[in-house]
């Protein structure tokens, strides 16, 4: 690719930045699993945006698109898939959340192919993978251990696990799934990393009057999570962050 670069003497405007990918895919999957009609209201276009509605329509939600919202529709967990292979690309966050949803279909007993693009499976899957093993589902490595494509059968069940706090990804995951296993669950989570991002799920939960309780015991955070929980249909505005920000920050800034 080659890109031509001019100089100019000022930059003027005014312009809002575009939605933040985290809350953009949160509120996808939000959406997933609520039953009923649910509206994202200025949604990120994106290939991360693709790759997680390609896994909500895989799990039977009908998405419509408009000018500036996509309405998803769905009749709530368990999740009525027509599908046995699931492709997440190379969405980290789409990959990481839609991994625990596999385990609330209506029939988990039947294996499916989950698979994403190469550049995801190069990224650490494993200790989201074990969690979820120790929670109900059978989860095992097709080809290379501890990389996708994996397959995938099992009930999320719930139950107690412990997951690396290395990257928060794995337990907003756990966080956002558990809620609707039938079990109830504890996860503990040790030398947790990126904790604005995991204040970022818990608010969605909040706004969802999810119960949960956490504690905090030296470097050792603890969640317990009440199963048969149920997400309600919602219509959110996605907010922009810092990051999708900071191409116009600097810009403003030179």
């Not at 001019?6 to 990918?21: C, E, Y």
């Amino acid at each position: 690719m080659h890109v031509h670069v001019h100089n100019t003497k000022k930059l003027r405007g005014i312009l809002a930045p575009p939605s933040s990918k985290s809350q953009n895919i949160r509120g996808i999957v939000f959406a997933a699993l609520a039953s009923g009609e649910c509206t994202l209201l200025n949604p990120l276009t994106s290939d991360d945006t693709s790759d997680a509605l390609r896994i909500a329509q895989s799990l039977g939600i009908h998405i419509k698109f408009h000018d500036r919202s996509i309405t998803l529709s769905g009749a709530g967990i368990p999740f009525q898939t027509t599908t046995e292979y699931f492709y997440s690309g190379n969405s980290g966050l789409t990959t990481l959340f839609s991994l625990p949803l596999l385990g609330l279909r209506d029939q988990p007993h039947i294996p499916v192919i989950f698979d994403c693009g190469d550049q995801m499976r190069a990224r650490p899957i494993a200790p989201l993978v074990r969690a979820l093993n120790q929670l109900g589902m059978d989860i095992r490595y097709l080809k290379e251990k501890e990389k996708c494509p994996l397959t995938v059968s099992g009930h999320l069940l719930g139950g107690k696990t412990m997951v690396d706090g290395l990257n928060s990804q794995y337990l907003s995951a756990l966080l956002i799934s558990l809620p609707c296993a039938p079990k109830d669950s504890e996860i503990h989570i040790q030398n947790l990393h990126e904790r604005p991002y995991i204040e970022m799920t818990l608010s969605w939960l909040k706004k969802h009057s999810i119960n949960y309780t956490h504690n905090q015991f030296n470097d050792t955070d603890v969640f317990h999570i009440p199963g048969n929980q149920h997400y309600s249909p919602f219509q959110a505005h996605i907010p922009g962050d810092f990051s999708s920000a900071s191409c116009i920050i600097a810009a403003a800034t030179l």
